[in-house]
């Protein structure tokens, strides 16, 4: 089952970002630490009542988080160079890595495309890291593309 999360899915999520924490540190441990939290418990409560940032959760037969999905809602206003569009950003995607392979992911990423079209979306943006080409591959898999490239130098 998937739906919006609710408080009672903050030890779920936690968990989650966790392992997304992880994968960060193991690809770029210069930005990112093995250890911390995204979101502390208090942060996350208040992200789940905030309506331009809606989160979804899939949820096994007995309620057990093994999949999320963090949102922002992207207004841009209409300026002499672009149009006016409104974006769903998708700020993190994780599911729980024992239940990989079962196509969590995509059901999220369905269910976020459906309400994304329900609600008057233009288009569904989101970052992935270089250094992840599982992510990258799934993002392929569901139908995105690449939109535009962010590169870097190290300066020490």
Known sequence: MIRRAEKKDIPGIIHLLKQVLLVHAE????????????????????????????VFVYL??????????????????????CYQR??????????????RGQH???????????????????NITLHVWDCNPAAMAFYKSVGLFVQSTTMETIVK
């Open 27 to 54: 690809g770029r441990p210069d930005l990112f630490k093995k250890v911390g939290y995204k979101y502390t418990p208090e942060e996350l409560s208040e992200l789940l009542a905030d309506e331009k940032r809606p």
């Open 60 to 81: 096994d037969e007995n309620g057990q988080v093994l999949g999320h999905c963090f949102c922002i809602i992207e207004e841009q206003p209409e300026t002499a160079a």
């Open 86 to 99: 409104k974006t769903l950003y998708i700020d993190d995607l994780c599911v729980e890595e024992t239940a």
């Open 104 to 122: 969590i992911g995509t059901k999220l990423y369905e269910h976020v495309k459906a309400y994304a079209g329900e609600n008057g979306f233009y």
